[in-house]
């Protein structure tokens, strides 16, 4: 979870100093707002906590192997979002988006707090593009999905100026 913790750090201060009005800036038709960015990775959060509350709760235990996980960061390949995964393109301000944000790793966090050491490793469910993942590796995938928005959402920023 450490590394999860540093890039949320990273994230909230790189957000910090933009406008209420530039995260939520189009910059370019296709791309995702810092607003959307930041309300992806809250949905995310919260899809992925449900998931592995839905794991946990499952009899079976069965190892998975591990997969790539940290490639999430390469951006080269794009990777649409699953629908239930889509950010709204109504205005948000950042004290709102950072509050989502606080929902949702407090959620992870209590999520995970109780999880056996054989749970994070034989519990699992799918991933759309990395299959069938622990719930360790999900727990670190939040991370790396987290740094790929961070470098996104560097990229609007940059073109904001």
């Known amino acids: 979870m450490e590394h999860n913790v540093q890039v949320r750090e990273n994230l909230l201060n790189s957000v910090e100093a933009v406008t209420d009005t530039q995260l939520n800036e189009i910059v370019a038709e296709g791309v995702w707002t810092i607003a959307q960015n930041l309300e992806h990775?809250?949905?995310?959060?919260?899809?992925?906590?449900?998931?592995?509350?839905?794991?946990?709760?499952?009899?079976?235990?069965?190892?998975?192997?591990?997969?790539?996980?940290?490639?999430?960061?390469?951006?080269?390949?794009?990777?649409?979002?699953?629908?239930?995964?889509?950010?709204?393109?109504?205005?948000?301000?950042?004290?709102?988006l950072k509050n989502k944000l606080a929902q949702s790793r407090e959620l992870l966090l209590q999520t995970t707090a109780a999880l056996t050491e054989q749970e994070l490793n034989e519990?699992?469910?799918?991933?759309?593009?990395?299959?069938?993942?622990?719930?360790?590796?999900?727990?670190?995938?939040?991370?790396?999905?987290?740094?790929?928005?961070?470098?996104?959402?560097e990229e609007v920023k940059q073109q904001l100026n």
């Open 41 to 96: 990775l809250y949905l995310m959060e919260i899809i992925i906590s449900k998931g592995i509350k839905q794991a946990q709760s499952q009899e079976q235990y069965s190892a998975v192997k591990e997969k790539p996980i940290h490639l999430t960061v390469d951006r080269s390949t794009k990777v649409p979002a699953p629908a239930d995964l889509e950010p709204t393109t109504e205005f948000q301000t950042l004290s709102e």
């Open 123 to 153: 519990k699992s469910f799918k991933h759309p593009v990395f299959g069938t993942l622990s719930i360790q590796q999900w727990i670190l995938f939040v991370g790396y999905h987290e740094e790929r928005h961070l470098l996104q959402i």
